[in-house]
């Protein structure tokens, strides 16, 4: 079983910048993507970035696209959500994710079969 570990998450004003980090142990030879959804007060968790991880071919949100950068280093495990231009909009508990399967449902939850406890991540104005 694969264990995800989040870390990163913060208060930042409207238009700054955070980088999270997604660390995983455990039987990660047979996680083929990697995600991160996030869930604001109120609203559905969504899909915000995806990554191969066995290349790269990264996929994002339109609301996020241009703004945020999913990367990876395999030597650390580790999978990484850089954030720039930060709105309110984007304030939400940040979740890592993983999957065993090939299929291009980056942003469909039910998908995912390993999940980390979450960051949260506040944008202020």
């Known amino acids: 079983q694969v264990q995800l570990t989040e870390s990163g998450g913060g208060s930042v004003q409207v238009g700054g910048s955070l980088r999270l980090s997604c660390s995983a142990s455990?039987?990660?030879?047979?996680?083929?993507?990697m995600a991160w959804f996030r869930q604001a007060p109120g609203k559905g968790r969504e899909g915000v970035a995806a990554?191969?991880?066995?290349?790269?071919?990264?996929y994002y949100a339109e609301n996020v696209k241009d703004r945020f950068t999913i990367s990876q280093d395999y030597a650390k495990n580790t999978v990484y959500l850089q954030m720039n231009s930060l709105k309110p909009e984007d304030t939400a508990m940040y979740y890592c994710?993983?999957?065993?399967?090939?299929?291009?449902?980056?942003?469909?939850?039910?998908?995912?079969?390993?999940w980390g406890q979450g960051t949260q991540v506040t944008v202020s104005s």
């Open positions: 455990g039987g990660t030879s047979s996680t083929t993507w």
């Open positions: 994710a993983g999957k065993r399967t090939y299929d291009s449902e980056w942003f469909v939850e039910e998908r995912y079969n390993s």
């Open positions: 990554i191969y991880r066995g290349g790269n071919s990264p």
